[in-house]
């Protein structure tokens, strides 16, 4: 095919025709149950991206061969624009000369979910609905994507967001911004765990009388709409470094539902200086043990002080695996580790005590494997991605390292606010009659 041809997306289970990107954004699941990926991923070459160019120009480069041909393509740079308006800054930590932190909590909510999420709303306010009655968009978060997708469509007419999130199971921060938004968006703390939350969407989803009534739609991390922005940060850190010091850059990426990892791995694929990848899990070991040589085997998640991490069938396997047919390859190529609470807990405090650094405990994760690589004596530059702001669980946090967290604004502007989420029973009729009443 040649260049000018679009990219076209099929299903990972191959069992429904390619569509254009707008289509796939807009649909977020393929109809046959699959994830939507590109025909093939498109090469980029390092030198194409302006050398002074912000965040947000280096995303619409990177992003363009995507989208070419599509009817957002000619938006790209403004939906660029309008949802990258935060830095991800690359900043040095004192603990080893070649250790980075990739920041990516300085938006709205305070997690890296604001660069996905945003990035979609700004897609699907673009896209043309064919239906004139309100647009109810359903999510089940484990904490940060509900904040992140409420943030995102907070105020936006015609749009309506509802939020399932397990009562009691999220930090008391991260219920607070769940609740603080009102207006178009609605908290239901739902006395059940996470897992629950989600089969109570996919069934509202799947519910043909409900959705007849009630336009439903989803925004959770399987849409490309959430996952390709999030290759912005990683392309735009290392371009800076390479172009720097002339060497790729490596990562160390808390990770649960694979969304972030993989987005740095295309990264990768796509031809830029991406060095080696290690992703880092805390206590739900379905990836640590399937890379240590065991059969894929998904379970239900445990709860741990990393709780946006507890996923126990990690959404974007599928992806990962269509990435890499070659399991043996594939198994080379990745070192996945699993990190628990015991652990987070002693990372956090030798942090802060030794240089005065506090993470939030995914982060955590992902700074016990470089402590581990700097004891083995690896010297090479290696960036732990920082994945939520410290001051979203300072419950956790505060008491190991032994001080307050400084709040930043955005968050301390949300906790000002009055929170409200409804009680609901954890059962599939509960939320259909809610949805119904509503
Ligand atoms: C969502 C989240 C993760 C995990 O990201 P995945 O894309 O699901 O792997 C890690 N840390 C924080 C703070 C998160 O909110």
Redesign the pocket.
């Known amino acids: 095919m040649s260049a000018a041809d679009p990219l076209q997306y099929h299903s990972t289970r191959g069992g429904v025709p390619a569509v254009p990107i707008s289509q796939a954004i807009a649909a977020g699941l393929a109809p046959d149950g699959g994830l939507y990926v590109p025909e093939r991923l498109p090469t980029l070459d390092p030198a194409a991206f302006d050398p002074h160019g912000s965040l947000v120009d280096t995303a619409a480069t990177l992003l363009m061969p995507f989208f070419a041909g599509d009817a957002l393509a000619d938006e790209l740079p403004a939906i660029c624009a309008e949802a990258f308006t935060f830095d991800a800054p690359l900043r040095a930590l004192p603990a080893h000369p070649a250790t980075l932190m990739l920041e990516l909590f300085h938006g709205p909510t305070s997690?890296?979910?604001d660069f996905g999420a945003r990035f979609l709303a700004a897609c699907l306010r673009r896209l043309p609905r064919g239906d004139a009655r309100p647009l109810t968009i359903l999510v089940a978060t484990?904490?940060?994507?509900g904040a992140a997708v409420a943030a995102a469509f907070h105020r936006q007419p015609n749009v309506n967001v509802v939020i399932l999130y397990p009562d009691g199971l999220v930090s008391p921060r991260q219920a607070h911004q769940l609740g603080c938004f009102g207006d178009n968006v609605t908290a239901l703390r739902v006395a059940g765990r996470f897992d629950d939350c989600q089969r109570m969407v996919k069934a509202a989803l799947n519910d043909a009388s409900l959705q007849a009534q009630r336009p439903l739609s989803s925004a959770n991390?399987i849409s490309l709409g959430r996952l390709l922005p999030q290759m912005s940060y990683y392309a735009h850190a290392a371009l800076g470094w390479w172009r720097e010091h002339g060497t790729p850059l490596n990562f160390v990426?808390?990770?649960?539902?694979?969304?972030?990892?993989l987005a740095c791995l295309w990264v990768r694929e796509l031809g830029l200086p991406v060095g080696e990848v290690r992703l880092a899990c805390n206590a739900n070991a379905t990836l640590p043990d399937y890379f240590a040589g065991a059969e894929y085997a998904p379970r239900d998640a445990i709860a741990t002080l990393?709780n946006?991490?507890d996923?126990g069938a990690?959404s974007?396997f599928e992806r990962l695996r269509w990435t890499f047919p070659d399991e043996a390859h594939l198994r080379r190529l990745l070192r996945v580790q699993s990190v628990d609470d015991a652990t987070i807990r002693r990372t956090l405090a030798d942090h802060a005590r030794a240089h005065g650094e506090v993470f939030?405990p995914?982060?955590a994760t992902a700074m016990h494997l470089l402590d581990q690589l700097r004891a083995d004596g690896d010297a090479a530059p290696w960036a732990v991605v920082g994945?939520?702001h410290p001051a979203k669980f300072e419950s956790v946090v505060e008491p190991l390292v032994g001080h307050p967290v400084e709040v930043p604004a955005a968050l301390a502007a949300m906790l000002a606010r009055d929170t409200r989420a409804e009680p609901l029973a954890a059962s599939d009729t509960t939320l259909r009659d809610w949805l119904m009443l509503s």
């Open positions: 997690a890296f979910k484990s904490g940060d994507t991390s990426v808390p990770t649960g539902n694979l969304g972030n990892a990393a946006a991490m996923v990690p974007n939030c995914h982060t994945t939520a």
